[in-house]
């Protein structure tokens, strides 16, 4: 744990009525946690089910449906990290003088606690997180290190902590580090920051303001291609700073030379340490070869070795819904990226490719495309269009690239799965042989689908309808 900051202790806890804001990912590990600390717990969450289903599990704590206030006396607020500080009840506490943190703001402070306690590294930016802790979780396996990824990968930072390992990839969002203030890690990592969940934090500045959190403990590293993150990581208070750079790098930088990922800050000859072919990364392409030389930075910070680095990265491969081909159909390639829910993220995607078939559309969450169609616009030799902001992303290919067929995807019965179905109809009719089909939302999936994995598995499980549907249409094929 990164020295030099004391946390607010949690021995006050024992005895303290805590209430727990949410009942979804986090809600029981933080009220198991908070049990094991002797508080008296209280859960509310608009879902009565959630509370039944919570209640049945930990029949120590109590449920309150709906709450807009603290109970009296209530200690201590920990909310799930997509809660707005404007909700009504963490609003109502904090007028009340309630303290309110986050489930890793907990974790943290238990963690503080540990006489040997896990080493965090830690990583935020607006795209790339979840390769780039799952690139440095395999590397750290190949070191040999009892490590784990946890956080907004999928797995409560408190669970992981729980759980006793000794150290910990933890990706971060930008809600999560508002709610934890007091978190210093041994190694930070901010990959990139572009406009996203402005509607969250109201402006940039609250967003980049809650990334740069993330730079505060005892090694920070960052993008530095952005001037925008390379002036945090100047300003950043930790004692040492890395760069990590697409180009040559120097002195205290990872970058590329000559066809290598190159490691010039752990070298002492100062020549730089070469550590992988650019062609062994996995994703291929730009975006995967920057955040293997973030997760290679992280990892040499905290001591790994070239050849642990080498292997882990050799090894990694991508998660599903981040650019995985799902099928060909005549010629053409369909490729889910259903993980590129920002218009930074889907511009990242469509830049690997030259002739592209964009199916976009979701929740903007106060973004733009305008910037994406300038630049990438004759990529595009059509774009199909779905769910809430379809027409915003309209508009601004009507006004920047109005050369660029626009389909806007429908269903008679409004279903998400007929919608998505339509969507790659229109797509497979606006390709030619050799173009790809790109499922790059650019847009949250909230307003259609569960999440973004779901909004993934629509497009494939469309492609193999319509396919069934082209296949059918062809002479002799009924059988």
Same mark, same amino acid.
């Given at each position: 744990?990164?020295?030099?900051?004391?946390? +607010?202790?949690?021995?006050?806890?024992?005895?303290?009525?805590?209430?727990?804001?949410?009942?979804?990912?986090?809600?029981?590990?933080?009220?198991?946690?908070? *049990?094991?600390?002797?508080?008296?717990?209280? /859960?509310?969450?608009?879902?009565?089910?959630?509370?039944?289903?919570?209640?049945?599990?930990?029949?120590?704590?109590?449920?309150?449906?709906?709450?807009?206030?603290?109970?009296?006396?209530?200690?201590?607020?920990?909310?799930?990290?997509?809660?707005?500080?404007?909700?009504?009840?963490?609003?109502?506490?904090?007028?009340?003088? $309630?303290?309110?943190?986050?489930?890793?703001?907990?974790?943290?402070?238990?963690?503080?606690?540990?006489?040997?306690?896990?080493?965090?590294?830690?990583?935020?930016?607006?795209?790339?997180?979840?390769?780039?802790?799952?690139?440095?979780?395999?590397?750290?396996?190949?070191?040999?290190?009892?490590?784990?990824?946890?956080?907004?990968?999928?797995?409560?930072?408190?669970?992981?902590?729980?759980?006793?390992?000794?150290?910990?990839?933890?990706?971060?969002?930008?809600?999560?580090?508002?709610?934890?203030?007091?978190?210093?890690?041994?190694?930070?990592?901010?990959?990139?920051?572009?406009?996203?969940?402005?509607?969250?934090?109201?402006?940039?500045?609250?967003?980049?303001?809650?990334?740069?959190?993330?730079?505060?403990?005892?090694?920070? $590293?960052?993008? /530095?291609?952005?001037?925008? /993150? %390379?002036?945090?990581?100047?300003?950043?208070?930790?004692?040492?700073?890395?760069?990590?750079?697409?180009?040559?790098?120097? +002195?205290?930088?990872?970058?590329?030379?000559?066809?290598? *990922?190159?490691?010039?800050?752990?070298?002492?000859?100062?020549?730089?340490?070469?550590?992988?072919?650019?062609?062994?990364?996995?994703?291929?392409?730009?975006?995967?070869?920057?955040?293997?030389?973030?997760?290679?930075?992280?990892?040499?910070?905290?001591?790994?070795?070239?050849?642990?680095?080498?292997?882990?990265?050799?090894?990694?491969?991508?998660?599903?819904?981040?650019?995985?081909?799902?099928?060909?159909?005549?010629?053409?390639?369909?490729?889910?990226?259903?993980?590129?829910?920002?218009?930074?993220?889907?511009?990242?995607?469509?830049?690997?490719?030259?002739?592209?078939?964009?199916?976009?559309?979701?929740?903007?969450?106060?973004?733009?495309?305008?910037?994406?169609? $300038?630049?990438?616009?004759?990529?595009?030799?059509?774009?199909?269009?779905?769910?809430?902001?379809?027409?915003?992303?309209?508009?601004?290919?009507?006004?920047?690239?109005?050369?660029?067929?626009?389909?806007?995807?429908?269903?008679?019965?409004?279903?998400?799965?007929?919608?998505? /179905?339509?969507?790659?109809? %229109?797509?497979?009719?606006?390709?030619?042989?050799?173009?790809?089909?790109?499922?790059?939302?650019?847009?949250?999936?909230?307003?259609?689908?569960?999440?973004?994995?779901?909004?993934?598995?629509?497009?494939?499980?469309? *492609?193999?309808?319509?396919?069934?549907?082209?296949?059918?249409?062809?002479?002799?094929?009924?059988?």
């Amino acid at each position: 744990m990164a020295a030099g900051f004391d946390p +607010p202790g949690i021995e006050h806890l024992a005895g303290a009525p805590v209430l727990v804001a949410g009942a979804g990912v986090t809600g029981a590990p933080t009220a198991k946690a908070l *049990l094991a600390l002797g508080a008296e717990v209280t /859960v509310t969450d608009a879902s009565a089910e959630k509370l039944a289903a919570l209640a049945g599990e930990l029949p120590a704590i109590s449920t309150a449906l709906g709450l807009t206030e603290p109970p009296a006396g209530t200690r201590l607020v920990v909310t799930s990290p997509g809660w707005r500080p404007e909700t009504p009840l963490l609003a109502a506490a904090l007028a009340a003088g $309630i303290e309110v943190i986050g489930e890793v703001e907990l974790a943290w402070r238990i963690c503080a606690t540990d006489e040997n306690p896990p080493t965090w590294l830690v990583v935020t930016g607006t795209n790339g997180k979840t390769t780039t802790v799952s690139m440095v979780a395999a590397i750290l396996r190949a070191a040999g290190e009892d490590a784990l990824a946890c956080g907004n990968i999928g797995l409560p930072v408190i669970s992981a902590v729980a759980a006793g390992h000794r150290v910990l990839a933890v990706e971060l969002s930008s809600f999560q580090l508002y709610w934890s203030p007091s978190v210093r890690p041994d190694a930070g990592l901010l990959l990139n920051i572009a406009a996203d969940h402005l509607d969250w934090h109201g402006d940039l500045a609250g967003y980049v303001a809650a990334k740069q959190r993330v730079l505060t403990g005892q090694v920070a $590293i960052a993008g /530095v291609d952005d001037d925008l /993150v %390379a002036g945090l990581l100047a300003a950043a208070p930790a004692a040492t700073r890395y760069g990590v750079t697409m180009g040559e790098p120097e +002195p205290g930088q990872f970058g590329v030379r000559a066809g290598q *990922l190159l490691d010039r800050a752990f070298d002492p000859t100062g020549a730089g340490i070469e550590l992988l072919p650019v062609t062994e990364v996995h994703p291929p392409g730009p975006t995967g070869v920057f955040d293997a030389l973030a997760a290679a930075a992280l990892t040499r910070a905290y001591g790994v070795s070239v050849a642990a680095v080498a292997e882990g990265l050799r090894g990694f491969r991508p998660g599903d819904h981040r650019g995985v081909e799902v099928g060909e159909l005549d010629g053409v390639r369909y490729l889910d990226d259903s993980k590129a829910s920002n218009p930074h993220a889907a511009a990242a995607a469509i830049r690997a490719h030259r002739r592209v078939v964009w199916v976009a559309g979701g929740l903007l969450k106060g973004s733009t495309v305008d910037d994406l169609v $300038i630049e990438l616009g004759s990529r595009l030799v059509g774009a199909v269009l779905l769910g809430a902001d379809r027409d915003v992303i309209a508009t601004a290919l009507a006004r920047h690239a109005p050369d660029v067929p626009v389909h806007l995807a429908q269903a008679g019965d409004h279903d998400a799965m007929a919608v998505m /179905v339509d969507a790659v109809r %229109a797509a497979s009719e606006l390709a030619d042989p050799g173009d790809v089909v790109l499922l790059a939302p650019a847009g949250a999936s909230w307003d259609m689908f569960t999440d973004y994995a779901h909004r993934g598995r629509a497009f494939a499980e469309a *492609l193999a309808v319509v396919t069934a549907q082209r296949q059918l249409a062809r002479p002799g094929g009924r059988s």
